[in-house]
C-alpha cells in the first residue's frame, strides 16, 4: 500500500542558510512523487515532480528533490531560504499499480524563517 | 484561463443545515477531487470522479454527496451539517494518468472553502 510520511512537522531556518524537508514513501512500484507548497490561506500550488526521468528534479522557486529508491526518499531542498518560503509542504506519492485514481498525502511540514 | 474554481470562499452554517460547494475546472481534466484539510492530518480524500457520470468514495465520505454531470463542473453536498465538518475543503482536476491511474500528472486546485459548522 501506498504511504507518505513527512518526517518533521515543523522546520525553522534563518533566512539565507539551506532548507530540507525530509519525505519518505512507501510504494509498490515506480511512484510519482510531487511536493506542493500552501501559502497561508491560499490552495495548493506544485513545486516539482518526479517521474522515473532523472533522479535530481528541479522546481520552482530555486526549490529541487532527488529521489532514492534505495532509501525510498524524496527530500526536498534549497540552497538559500527566503522569507517567502515561509509556508506549508506537502509531499505527495501516487502508485500506476494502485488500480486507483489516488493521490497519498503526507500529514505536511511547516516551514518557518527567521529573520 | 482561470484553472479551477470554487466557490464560495467562506460558509457558515447551523448544524443540520444543507449545502453546496461549487467547483468548475476550464482545463478539460478527466479527474476531479474533493479534499478536506485539518490541521495536523494534510489533506484527505472525500470523493473523486474520473469523467462525466462517474463518481467514487475516498478515504472520508460520509455526509457528503458528490455528482458529476459536465467534465466541467463537481459539485460537493453536504445533506446535514455537523460540527464534525468544520474544516478547509479543495478541489482538485488533473488530467488522465498512466493506465488509468493518477501517476505522472499533478493536481491544480482551487483557492479552497472555508467551512464552519456551528
Known amino acids: 500500500a501506498q504511504s507518505v510520511t513527512q518526517l518533521d512537522s515543523h522546520v525553522s531556518v534563518s533566512e539565507g542558510t539551506p532548507v530540507l524537508l525530509r519525505c519518505n514513501y512507501s510504494s509498490s512500484y515506480s511512484p510519482s512523487l510531487f511536493w506542493y507548497v500552501q501559502h497561508p490561506n491560499k490552495g495548493l500550488q506544485l513545486l516539482l515532480k518526479?517521474?522515473?526521468?532523472?533522479?535530481l528534479v528541479k522546481g520552482i522557486n530555486g526549490f529541487e528533490a532527488e529521489f532514492k529508491k534505495s532509501e525510498t526518499s524524496f527530500h526536498l531542498t534549497k540552497p538559500s531560504a527566503h522569507m517567502s518560503d515561509a509556508a506549508e509542504y506537502f509531499c505527495v506519492v501516487s502508485d500506476p499499480f494502485s488500480g486507483t485514481y489516488k493521490y497519498i498525502f503526507g500529514t505536511g511540514t511547516r516551514l518557518k524563517v527567521l529573520a | 484561463n482561470a484553472g479551477v474554481t470554487q466557490t464560495p470562499k467562506f460558509q457558515v452554517l447551523k448544524t443540520g443545515q444543507s449545502m453546496t460547494l461549487q467547483c468548475a475546472q476550464d482545463m478539460n481534466h478527466e479527474y476531479m477531487s474533493w479534499y478536506r484539510q485539518d490541521p495536523g492530518m494534510g489533506l484527505r480524500l472525500i470523493h473523486y470522479s474520473v469523467g462525466a457520470g462517474i463518481t467514487d468514495q475516498g478515504e472520508v465520505p460520509n455526509g457528503y454527496n458528490v455528482s458529476r454531470s459536465t467534465t466541467e463542473d463537481f459539485p460537493l453536498r453536504l445533506l446535514s451539517a455537523a460540527p464534525s465538518q468544520t474544516s478547509v475543503y479543495f478541489c482538485?482536476?488533473?488530467?488522465?494518468?498512466?493506465?488509468?491511474?493518477?501517476?505522472?500528472?499533478?493536481?491544480?486546485f482551487g483557492p479552497g472553502t472555508r467551512l464552519t459548522v456551528l
Open positions: 518526479y517521474t522515473s526521468a532523472a533522479t
Open positions: 482538485a482536476s488533473s488530467r488522465r494518468g498512466l493506465a488509468g491511474t493518477a501517476w505522472g500528472n499533478e493536481q491544480f
